[in-house]
């Protein structure tokens, strides 16, 4: 398995085909993935994170974490956990000021966060959104899916409570390790 710098066709194609939010979230670097017969097989984007206090409760700032914005893999990788752990080793060898990385597991998705604890991430907790999903064309969309539309046409759409998030973080630094040691749950 090989990953390399990918390229914003490769992270277009990938989002938008190989991941059932088909949205291409902002990225701060996305590694593709190719298998042993080197074949495309998708990507594993890290970026800022949905909010600039992020870091606040790790008493880190902007730039000294990454969140995992998107794993979007067509299946064909010999290992997903192997992709992501080389993905975590470029990130801490190629980006010495980033600390920790964070990442989010999809309730309303039944992700339990599987591909995080095969590659030793930290559980920090359960979250519940005050957002809300709207059903379209036949699926479940979160809202900044449909910031195109008006709130009048949203207002005509079936609403559910959005689902919550589960937490993990990763040290890659051993600074951070005492720290995420403290915040796991089981």
């Given at each position: 398995?090989?990953?390399?710098?990918a390229?914003?066709?490769?992270?277009?194609?990938?989002?938008?085909?190989?991941?059932?939010?088909?949205?291409v979230?902002?990225?701060?670097?996305?590694?593709?993935?190719?298998?042993?017969?080197?074949?495309?097989?998708?990507?594993?984007?890290?970026?800022?994170?949905?909010?600039?206090?992020?870091?606040?409760?790790?008493?880190?700032?902007?730039?000294?974490?990454?969140?995992l914005?998107?794993?979007?893999?067509?299946?064909?990788?010999?290992?997903?956990?192997?992709?992501?752990?080389?993905?975590?080793?470029?990130?801490?060898?190629?980006?010495?000021?980033?600390?920790?990385?964070?990442?989010?597991?999809?309730?309303?998705?039944?992700?339990?966060?599987?591909?995080?604890?095969?590659?030793?991430w930290?559980?920090?907790?359960?979250?519940?959104?005050?957002?809300?999903?709207?059903?379209?064309?036949?699926?479940?969309?979160?809202?900044?899916?449909?910031?195109?539309?008006?709130?009048?046409?949203?207002?005509?759409?079936?609403?559910?409570?959005?689902?919550?998030?589960?937490?993990?973080?990763?040290?890659?630094?051993?600074?951070?390790?005492?720290?995420?040691?403290?915040?796991?749950?089981?």
């Amino acid at each position: 398995m090989r990953l390399e710098i990918a390229s914003a066709k490769a992270v277009k194609y990938a989002c938008l085909n190989f991941h059932y939010a088909k949205v291409v979230p902002a990225t701060y670097i996305g590694y593709s993935i190719f298998n042993n017969n080197n074949e495309f097989c998708g990507v594993i984007l890290f970026g800022g994170g949905a909010s600039a206090n992020m870091g606040k409760p790790f008493n880190l700032s902007y730039g000294q974490y990454l969140e995992l914005t998107r794993m979007a893999l067509n299946g064909k990788q010999e290992s997903t956990s192997k992709a992501m752990s080389i993905a975590m080793k470029l990130i801490k060898k190629n980006n010495p000021t980033v600390r920790l990385l964070i990442s989010y597991a999809d309730k309303g998705q039944n992700h339990l966060g599987i591909i995080y604890q095969a590659t030793n991430w930290y559980f920090t907790g359960e979250n519940e959104s005050s957002g809300k999903d709207y059903f379209y064309k036949g699926k479940w969309r979160h809202d900044r899916t449909l910031n195109e539309y008006s709130k009048d046409f949203l207002l005509t759409l079936k609403t559910r409570k959005r689902s919550g998030k589960r937490k993990y973080i990763y040290p890659l630094n051993k600074n951070m390790i005492t720290l995420c040691e403290s915040l796991k749950k089981p």
